[in-house]
């Protein structure tokens, strides 16, 4: 019960504005079977999928890596030396190197003094560091450190010879393997709550913690700005680069050229924080949380037909709210995790027949 309360603090921006629906037997539960469980022993703080979908790498709270065989379960190797909590993961699309993304995080004290009644404030800045590992011989590079490395999110570009950042500070940029190229945005500092990149590297949209989404070119250009009611919690674009779904307090889809919002999915009784497309981009995972008449129930996977926002399927499986779920290029392959339970659930996916208006 303690765990589930720390757990609910950090998770209460998501939840507030819950609402309550009537579930409906999962017809297409059978379209998810758990495979086995990886258990890294630490509590999961970040998820990387290698570009093959042989490999997952997960980052801990404690700055360790670890980097499993998805297949057996094997782990193939330990990665630490890593400054603190891990922030972001990303597989080089050579399988051979990692780029691990850590933080301290920063804290703010309010006093007030006892003489003058005069309220103090105290806080310190978060620190990150970004650093690439190669993972045949184990070696380490560190790109960047300080409170400007701060990462929010991480991915290859499209030809391999870049990083692309999106940084808690808002602002966008590049490592080119000699320089950074760092670009602001109108987004305010400290307010990114989550952040993810296209396939091929030519968007970025960024969320906040007041439900603001901006949608912007790698330049840092803005292309469109949209609202998502507060907490936005999690994003993913879908394969092809023209949808990307949106989680917090309900699930959102939105046209990447247009702006539009497509369609609007509602099911969940908790905050969504973990969103993945199958390789057609017609269905989409959601990861949340169970709350049933004022108590939490454990974590779910709700499947959704992306075009019409009909809910197909739900799967049960984590004891704690599904944080993280990646999907294998394949499709074939689903990992699902919870931050407060050090587990990996890997699935196995079959498939859902969509039938028309489902």
């Given amino acids: 019960m303690q765990i589930i309360r720390k757990d609910l603090k950090r998770r209460a921006a998501c939840f507030i504005g819950i609402y309550f629906s009537f ?67 990303s597989f080089g699309f050579n399988k051979k190197s990692l780029v691990v993304c850590s933080v301290i995080p920063g804290w703010k004290k309010v006093t007030i003094d006892p003489f003058s009644l005069k309220v103090k404030t105290r806080e310190k800045e978060s620190i990150g560091e970004i650093k690439t590992w190669d993972l045949l011989n184990r070696s380490q590079k560190t790109l960047l450190t300080g409170p400007s490395a701060v990462v929010a999110s991480t991915i290859f570009s499209k030809d391999g010879k870049s990083l692309l950042f999106a940084f808690g500070d808002g602002s966008i940029g590049s490592w080119d393997g000699t320089r950074f190229i760092r670009r602001k945005t109108e987004i305010p500092k400290d307010q990114v709550s989550s952040a993810g990149f296209s396939r091929d590297g030519g968007f970025v949209a960024v969320g906040s913690r007041g439900g603001n989404l901006e949608l912007l070119t790698i330049k840092g250009e803005k292309h469109w700005a949209a609202f998502h009611p507060p907490t936005l919690c999690s994003l993913a674009f879908s394969p092809n680069g023209e949808k990307v779904a949106t989680g917090g307090r309900g699930i959102k889809i939105w046209d990447v050229g247009t702006g539009k919002k497509l369609v609007s999915l509602a099911g969940h009784t908790a905050g969504v924080f973990a969103l993945a497309f199958t390789p057609d981009g017609k269905v989409l995972f959601s990861g949340s949380g169970i709350w049933h008449w004022g108590q939490f129930k454990g974590g779910e996977i709700k499947l959704w037909n992306a075009e019409t926002g009909m809910e197909i399927g739900k799967v049960l499986g984590h004891r ?39």
């Fill in 320 to 358: 704690e709210t599904v944080d993280y779920m990646a999907l294998s290029p394949n499709g074939k392959i689903l990992l699902t995790a919870s931050r407060s339970q050090d587990q990996v659930i890997v699935w196995r996916y079959r498939g859902t027949q969509l039938i028309k208006g489902k």
């Fill in 23 to 89: 579930w409906t037997p999962c017809t297409f539960a059978q379209s998810l079977v758990p495979i086995h469980k990886i258990n890294p022993s630490v509590q999961i703080s970040a998820l990387g999928l290698s570009p093959n979908g042989n490999s997952v790498a997960l980052g801990g709270e404690d700055g360790t890596v670890k980097v499993y065989n998805i297949q057996t379960g094997q782990l193939l190797t330990t990665l630490d030396g890593h400054r603190g909590r891990i922030q972001s993961l």
